[in-house]
């Protein structure tokens, strides 16, 4: 699990210093830079498998733009002339990287103006290779360096948890298979592409393993008694609609039995969101490190805290290990936090007076727990009393 993430002189955030847990809620006014703070580790992300270019980013989930928008620009910061990133993980072992591209005359690939993979005790990539004139400056030679560690290295698994990282954020046509997922992954695409064939693996999973994750995905939508995926809807699609080759199926508790089947195009979108977020945190083939823009999009306070609050255990039982990091703009979201479980981290993102991202991250504190036992954290949250709110 990735513990701790520097940042310095990239979009909005000049330099911060996070820790972080397994489930990381970051909160706060629109534009304040909490998309920074996940593009960020996509950027590293994409370091860490050796190149850093439009395509690699594009790949995670990093929004296109040139390098002049990556790197931080405010009237009273002198812009440093790289972008500096680092990863270190819960077992020490670190990867940091500093990145460069020219701002008027941008190169596809940017280059590495140094690079260093520590596995917590010895360190295998060294700062200053590439003041070696043999070597590539637009390839990461860690990425080549994992050839020779063993799967087990902690610097293994750190580089396999950035490399696999990526940013998620699911609309309502690509879950619903109306469109095309622009960027495909397993077990869903960024968009949530795929969603049939995820499900499909979580219920094999779960049926494998005698896990009840399905009867308590279904938990959390009352109108529903079942879901599959299935090739064989023709009876319940219109011949003119396209489709993906696997179809959800939805059956309806409340309809009569001869008519109580439904498609992922007729279903309420509330539980399509409900099943992207838990192939993520449980397929068998999801990355280990994930992260949301929005979790909370479409839907309801009610649900959508309900979701939060099995987000803990859905990753403690993930067959692989997995860490989480979103974002939210509802008020519901924080009262599914457990805030008492160092598990759980909330974080305040603001900009300062000179427009400077900035964190704090909300602890269960005797002032805030007396608060909250008069209010819920939403409340709390809306009343202005955690911070990150717009200044409207």
Sequence with gaps: MIRRLKIQGFKSITELDIELGLVNCFIGANGVGKSNILEAVGVLGAAANGTVDDESLLRRGVRPGLPRLFKSSFQDFRSLPHIGLEA????????????????????????????????GTATLVSDGVRSQGHLNPKAGLAALQMVTLAPESPATRLLQQLQQFAIYCPNTPTLRGLIPDP?????????????????????AWSEANDSDVMADLLGLVDWAVDVAASRSVHALLSPSVSRTQEVLKFTDRFMATHRNELT???????????????????????????????????????????????????LSRAPTPRQLMFTAHNPAVLDGLDLDNDAVRLFAVDRDSNGHTVYQRLLPTPELKAKHHEYPLSRLWMMGNLGAVPNV
């Design 264 to 314: 992922a195009f007729d279903a309420s979108e509330g539980v399509l969101y409900v099943l992207f977020t838990a192939a993520l945190c449980l397929s068998p083939r999801g990355p280990g490190m994930v992260a949301i823009d929005n979790l909370d999009q479409a839907l309801n306070p009610r649900l959508v805290t309900a979701l939060t609050s099995r987000l803990v255990g859905w």
């Design 88 to 119: 270190i993980g819960d077992t020490g072992a670190a990867y940091r990287v500093s990145l460069l591209n020219p701002l008027e005359s941008p190169e596809p690939a940017w280059s590495f103006k140094t690079e260093t993979l520590t596995d």
């Design 183 to 203: 960027q495909t992954r397993d077990p869903v695409g960024l968009a949530g592409g795929r969603l049939a064939e995820a499900v499909d693996d979580l219920r």
